[in-house]
């Protein structure tokens, strides 16, 4: 069945059915033809050979005997006579079989051969001698030919042959022509293969390369073997063959640039179908996915997932068949969302959104209006302060000495607390510009801890909270400043002192590590809410005033400290339960 699906099958079947009908036709016509020349070539012998001996007999008469020997002799064995002198002399050709023998009984109730007698014409038949009992099968050709004798009698010679004789002769011609018939067919079948095998060779070169370009080797190529249709069907396909590789090379090289580009993308980029299925995501998309998707309480990537905000943008797009604008928050964030339809042609195929994550903004803003607010509250009270003790000094209500002074001690320390504040506000504001100078030095951090520790211990026995520090064995000198490391650390024990009760501890180590030394503050305090973690090291950031003992801070030294930390390329984070505690801990990389 593979080889009749085959070109060279079909060629091979195309060219033996036609030449196998025109064989056929041109046999049955032959057949046909031979078969009735062999016939009436047989009459016309028969015909002639009984006219032969009516000559001789009548060209004899006085010697009919001779006349009939001679007759004998023009005749073959399968070829009977009957001479019919009268109905008394009736002479039969020695070959006649007795049991085949036509009588001139026969002769005379045959109406048709008995005409003889009556015309004086030649007759002819096809006769089965039917009245023969053996002979039921047999089909003879009987002719007839007028004998005319000087004495006046009419006789006549019948010369009959069993035409079984006549179809051994169209068999043999039949077997002849059947013989040519099949060695024609032989023949034609190595042509065919032959012809199909030089026309089908390169298309089946074509169809190899055909298969290894479907595979992507886009440059294969076809060997040229003629220069007729086939030829050029190759050259053809090679052409075709380096300009798909030169169009998929542009693809690829247009698809890689797009993907660039969208990996490359700040912006969330997602593309939709019609039916709203999610095609193409960017990686800024797949994270305002996986924010849904952890949203929902799982973390699938369901292609009908997706925000039902987004889903009726993309809707009002393709409806409208304009761009849409949206927001959405999720986990903390905000986004933009851009919708707009894509076309095919002029039917809109579907649609892409685009997320802009806005949280910075956001946030920005919010840190701009929170700025504002907490310099104005900052400095509101210390500004009424001052105010409102100068007029009391002008106004002369205080009226003592003792008075004035205490007045007096409170401008003055609401100047310094307004003078630390702005100074705080220009040192961050210089370290956020990137502006801060580090005084490297090799460092002694027993000499150097121990005297940031002497320099709390009054503070810490009057609050009653034990403080302590433990350095690990093997720590000796480091390189850092150590006038922005000690602002630091002041900062932090300050903050464990100020939020510890009495009766607490505040403990800071100091360990080695393989990238540094880290140093952390641990408190027995109160602890920090876990909402206001992630916002500790912000400006103006203040922890519950009623979980805080003494003055309040400005809210920013974590800020300012952070910002330290950052210049020596380290890291500060903080650790906190409510009521168990809190570690603020740094860790300083080693200089290469």
Known sequence: MTFLRSVVGKLWFTIIFLVSFVLFILTVMLLEFFQNDNIIQTKKD???????????????????????????????????????????????????????????????????????????????????????????????????????????????????????????????????????????????????????????APLRKMREAA??????????????????????????????????????????????????????????????????????????????????????????????????????????????EKEQIGEISLQGRHWVILVSPLYSNQFIRGAVAVLRDMTEERQLDKMRKDFIANVSHELRTPISMLQGYSEAIVDDIAESQEEKKEMAKVIYDESLRMGRLVNELLDLARMEAGHIHLSMEDVNLSTFINRIIHKFQGLARDNEILLKTEIENGVSTFLFDPDRIEQVLTNLIDNAIRHTPRGGTVKLTVTSEDKGIRIEVKDSGSGIPEEDLPFVFERFYKADKARTRGRAGTGLGLAIAKNIIDAHHGHISVQSKMDLGTTFSFLLPRKK
Do not use: C
């Open 211 to 320: 298969f290894e370009v479907a595979r992507g080797k886009f440059d294969t190529k076809v060997p040229i073997l003629t220069h007729d249709e086939i030829g050029e069907l190759a050259t053809a396909f090679n052409q075709m063959g380096r300009q798909l590789k030169f169009n998929m090379n542009a693809l690829s090289q247009e698809k890689e640039q797009l993907s660039s580009i969208l990996s490359s993308m700040a912006d969330g980029v997602i593309t939709f179908n019609r039916d709203g299925t999610i095609l193409i995501t960017n990686p800024p998309a797949d994270r305002f996915l996986q924010y849904w998707y952890y949203e929902k309480g799982g973390f699938g990537s369901d292609s009908e997932s997706i925000p039902s905000q987004v889903m009726d943008l993309f809707q009002k797009a393709v409806d409208t």
């Open 46 to 200: 028969l015909t002639n050979t009984a006219e032969k001996i009516a000559y001789v007999l009548e060209e004899h008469p006085d010697k009919f005997s001779l006349g009939l020997e001679i007759s004998w002799e023009f005749i073959d064995k399968v070829t009977n006579v009957v001479v019919v002198k009268n109905e008394d002399e009736v002479y039969y050709s020695p070959n006649t079989n007795k049991k085949i023998k036509l009588s001139i009984q026969d002769i005379k109730k045959d109406p048709e051969l008995a005409q003889i007698f009556q015309n004086n014409k030649t007759v002819e038949k096809i006769s089965d001698l039917s009245t023969k009992k053996d002979n039921k099968d047999a089909n003879y050709s009987i002719i007839g030919v007028p004998l005319h004798l000087p004495d006046g009698e009419n006789g006549a010679v019948f010369i009959y042959q069993s035409l079984e004789e006549m179809q051994e002769t169209s068999h043999s011609t039949t077997r002849f022509i059947l013989l040519v018939a099949g060695v024609a067919i032989i023949l034609t079948t190595i042509f065919a293969f032959f012809l199909s095998t030089r026309i089908t």
